[in-house]
Structures are given as structure tokens and as C-alpha cells.
């Protein structure tokens, strides 16, 4: 089979096997968004961990400091004044049984979710449903929590969660094409900042094995460690 026209052009200029700068990476992989919509620019790291294992297991979550450039629509299952307050905070979703029913329907309208501590024995029966969308709150990364407007503000303005995949990939978006190289570079690097910093204590050998970016439609480019050490 014939590689498309656009494929072709896409991957003109990016050798494979080489391994570019940070600064050199983001900027081919802005000019090669080229689609007919806002491509979003996309990281994945290859892990030296097998998360099969309890103390190999990597997940967080960064607030991206240029945002996410994608309106982020958040349910946050919570009664009385907390509801209120997460109605306050910019809420696309609040409730509690209904709210529950509604998702154990299938009737999944929102991207992330919070709950208050005492919704949990509830939100729990929800675990088939959300886990498998890695949408499940949990404290570790600061979706169950007293604090919902924090929680909600947080989400709306760029934190992404992170988790290890089973063959040690971690991968997110962490931005626009349309966001200039700086933007997309401090996402870039906060992200592996945190992936960094959430190193397990199994973990052995290199952690941080291969980076790549690429944006939706793009190419990928491989990024060279060495030019991540200021984010290590």
C-alpha cells in the first residue's frame, strides 16, 4: 500500500531514528499540524516499569501551566452545600443517586469527575463503568476531596491526570497547536516534571526510556533526554 500524499508530506524532513531537542521537537510538530482543525499536541513516554506490579505503578495528575486549550466538562457528585459550592465553582454536572443512576445507564456526559469523601460508598458501585475510562476519582490524584471548588477550578483550567499503561506508556495531551512553541514547551516540560516526581519505588533501571510528541493527525518526533534535564 502507497503512503498518502499527505502522510508523505507530514513526514518529509523528520528522520526517524534521530533524536531532536525539545525547543526543535515542539516547533516541527506545530508546523506539521496542519489539519482542518485544532490538532491537539500529544506526549508519550515510554516508562522503565511493568505496572503490573503494585510498587511499579505510576499516575498523577499536572496542572498544565499554558491550560489544556479544550473546555473541560466536570461532574462532581456532592449534596447539600457542597453541591452548591461546586455549582458555584463552574460545575457542568452535580447530584448524587441520580447523578449515579445516570452514569451506570451509560449516560456519561462529562470528561472528568469529583466527589466529596462521603459520596464515595455511592460512587463506588460506579467503578465497572469509570475505571475502565480511567475517570474514577480517587484522593491520590485530588478528585475526592472536602474542597470541590479547588477541585473544579483545577480541572477547568488545565490539570491532567496520568496513568501508566500496561506496557509502561504514559500518555496525555498537553495542548493546542494553535498555542505558540513556549506555551507548548512549559506544558511539555511540566508534564514530564510530574511523571518524574510520581517515579515508583519498584522502578529500576531507566525510568524515562523514550519521549515522543506528535500532534492528532501528525507525525511523531522523538525527543532527546539530554534536552529534558532542566524538567528531571
Known amino acids: 500500500m502507497g503512503v498518502g500524499k499527505r ?3 507530514l513526514r518529509e524532513g523528520v528522520e526517524h531514528m534521530k533524536l531532536y531537542p525539545l525547543s526543535e521537537a515542539v516547533a516541527m510538530v506545530k508546523e506539521r499540524a ?7 499536541i500529544e506526549i508519550a513516554m515510554n516508562l522503565g516499569v511493568d ?17 489544556t486549550g479544550r473546555d473541560v466538562r466536570v461532574a462532581v457528585f456532592a449534596r447539600g452545600d457542597k453541591a452548591d459550592e461546586a455549582k458555584a465553582a463552574g460545575a457542568d454536572l452535580v447530584g448524587a443517586e441520580e447523578l449515579v443512576e445516570k452514569v451506570q445507564g451509560g449516560e456519561i456526559d462529562f470528561d472528568r ?11 463506588g458501585r ?8 480511567n475517570m474514577m476519582p480517587n484522593p491520590k490524584v485530588g478528585t475526592v476531596t472536602p ?9 477547568k483550567g488545565g490539570a491532567v491526570e496520568f496513568r501508566v499503561e500496561k506496557a509502561g506508556i504514559v500518555q496525555a495531551g498537553v495542548g493546542r ?3 505558540d512553541v513556549d506555551a507548548i514547551e512549559a506544558n511539555v516540560r511540566a508534564f ?7 517515579k515508583p519505588s519498584g522502578a529500576k533501571g531507566t525510568y524515562v526510556e523514550r519521549v515522543s510528541l506528535s500532534s492528532t493527525m501528525g507525525a511523531g518526533i522523538k525527543v532527546d533526554p539530554a534536552s529534558l534535564s532542566s524538567a528531571a
Do not use: W, Y
Open 7 to 9: 502522510t508523505k508530506a
Open 34 to 40: 496542519t489539519a482542518k482543525f485544532d490538532e491537539t
Open 51 to 67: 505496572p503490573r506490579h503494585a510498587d511499579q505503578m505510576v499516575r498523577g495528575v499536572v496542572s498544565l501551566p499554558s491550560g
Open 113 to 123: 469527575c469529583i466527589a466529596t469523601p462521603d459520596m464515595m460508598p455511592l460512587v
Open 126 to 133: 460506579l467503578g465497572k463503568v469509570l475505571g475502565p475510562r
Open 147 to 155: 474542597d470541590v471548588t479547588a477541585a473544579v477550578k483545577a480541572s
Open 177 to 179: 497547536a494553535s498555542f
Open 192 to 198: 514530564i516534571d510530574a511523571v518524574n516526581k510520581a
